[in-house]
């Protein structure tokens, strides 16, 4: 005689191997892919050492200048050599790759909330809620943002990494929005939604609680896919003169020293360095984020 609470054990575990997790799903779909794999223990590396950094390095001593020990190359006392305030280029390859990740992560994370938060609301309520809110972010979108950035950072007073993160969220949220908005609109006609509306479910918990749930392998890709963007937004900010207050590591400061033709020739160890660690930080994340997207739509034509 069959014992009915084993028999549906065994149907839950099967289902749940028929139909594993998202996050499951990319593991396996990175497993299978060597250059996925190898970008995500090489990130995870590079992540790593950037925050445990602060533990072996002294930031103090980071921004003392020593003029006896100005652009020296390479060697055993400064790895990555020295640059043009006899500061360890090391050091500040370090931190500000700490910085920069940070400010990505900080951003993609602020601006994915706000573009969750908008899109859902304008597609869920539809009709002319969504009309009004759609004409607004599409003025919002024509504005070229890179020059409000710039703008915003110059005319703000009190300027720190802080708000630079609440500036650059500010106008990263906009292709998220439209992004979430298109999917709301196709899940609010399906059945769950219509019958939870009668069931008289508020809308806020249908929206965060019902709707999102099936939303959340497209914001995990699109996340993903725009770390590295945001991440170079700062970068080239900081190379312009408009990023990270003076005085903050980050790899844009480093890089900036490449607008020296004699420093670009004859000093390459201040910017080279970080211009090869950005490179392979966006192509890790790349990498990493394609594997992601194969692995949401794979569990999209599962479902």
């Keep these: 005689m069959t014992n009915p609470v084993i028999d549906e054990k065994k149907l839950i575990a ?47 001593a980071l921004t003392r200048v020593n003029f006896l020990n100005v652009w020296k190359p390479p060697s055993l006392d400064n790895w990555v050599g020295t640059d043009d305030g006899g500061r360890d280029v090391f050091g500040q390859l370090m931190i500000g790759t700490r910085n920069s990740l940070t400010i990505g992560v900080a951003v993609t994370l602020i601006a994915g909330l706000i573009g969750l938060t908008y899109g859902l609301l304008s597609g869920y309520y539809g009709g002319a809620t969504d009309n009004v809110m759609m004409r607004i972010l599409e003025f919002l979108m024509v504005l070229p943002s890179l020059m409000f950035i710039i703008v915003f950072v110059t005319i703000v007073p009190n300027y720190n990494v802080f708000t630079f993160i609440l ?20 899940e609010r006609e399906l059945d769950y939604i219509n019958a939870s509306k009668t069931l008289g479910t508020p809308s ?80 890790c994340i790349n990498y990493i984020g394609q594997a992601v997207k194969r692995a949401s739509d794979a569990r999209q034509r599962l479902a």
């Design 14 to 60: 099967q289902e749940k191997l028929n139909n594993p997790s998202l996050l499951r799903t990319i593991w396996r779909e990175i497993m299978h892919d060597k250059m996925a794999l190898g970008s995500l223990i090489l990130f995870t590396i590079i992540v790593l050492s950037a925050y445990i950094s602060p533990l072996f390095v002294d930031q103090t």
């Design 167 to 186: 500036i650059m969220s500010i106008f990263a949220w906009f292709g998220k929005a439209r992004l979430i908005r298109s999917r709301a609109l196709q």
């Design 204 to 283: 806020f918990k249908i929206m965060f609680f019902e709707m999102f749930p099936n939303l959340s392998s497209l914001v995990i890709v699109n996340m993903t896919l725009t770390l590295a963007n945001n991440i170079g937004i700062e970068t080239g900010l900081t190379f312009l003169g408009f990023g990270l207050p003076a005085g903050t590591p980050s790899l844009g400061t480093l890089i900036a020293f490449a607008r020296n033709p004699d420093i670009i020739k004859n000093k390459w160890w201040v910017w080279l360095p970080a211009a090869l660690l950005i490179l392979v930080m966006m192509l």
